[in-house]
């Protein structure tokens, strides 16, 4: 009589990594924040190997600049301010040609007398290890951008990402540590200081360097260009 042995069940250690990981993803919706960390370290790595950061012009830059990208807040508490804000900025330059991108579900908070264009995404957008998929990506790079706002005050991979795709000259952020290597300037204001300023120190600085005069002098104090 023959006995059938049990066969071992054999995973690559490839294949083992992803039953592993799907499983803990299944119920664990965090997931991907842990890959935030090294996919950024990556990707800063990167850009620095592939080029180095050139002196750039700000003021002719902005001056020049008609098409713009803004990455908005993802948090509802945020939006409201950063609402106000690209409504300002909107007052100061009514002639730029103005891409929001904003999560899906806080659209409609967005005034259409605003008369921007709108790049929504969603959670499908968005794949496993927490990046934008080729779709957005591609939305993104339909427009040939000269400027592009990052009103997400914190770190933000899917923000990071975005803009670094967008083909910006002028890609702007508030002053943080872990954003530096993927922006060329920085607004410096003070950590104390409400979201509101926080935003509208960003809109008065970047119309300030847009002026067509040239004559304005960077201040040390309140904003850090590479």
Known sequence: M????????FLLPRQRFFRIFFLVRRFDKTMPYYFE?????????KRRLQRNQPTINISGLLGEAQHVLIYLPTKVEEY????????????LKPKWKITVISKLELVGFIDKRLKVNILPFSAEDINFAGVPRT?????????????ALDFEPSFDIISIMLIDISGAKVKVCF?????????NFEIRVNPAESLPDKYNAMIKYVAMFAEPSGTCEQSEAATSPK
């Open 2 to 9: 023959r006995r059938n042995t049990p066969q071992p069940n």
């Open 37 to 45: 960390k090294p996919i950024s370290q990556y990707l800063g790595l």
């Open 175 to 183: 002053d943080n540590k872990t954003k530096a290597p993927f922006y």
């Open 135 to 147: 779709a957005i990506k591609n939305l993104v790079k339909a427009t040939k951008f000269d400027l």
């Open 80 to 91: 409201g301010a950063a609402l106000k804000s690209l409504e300002r900025l909107r007052k």
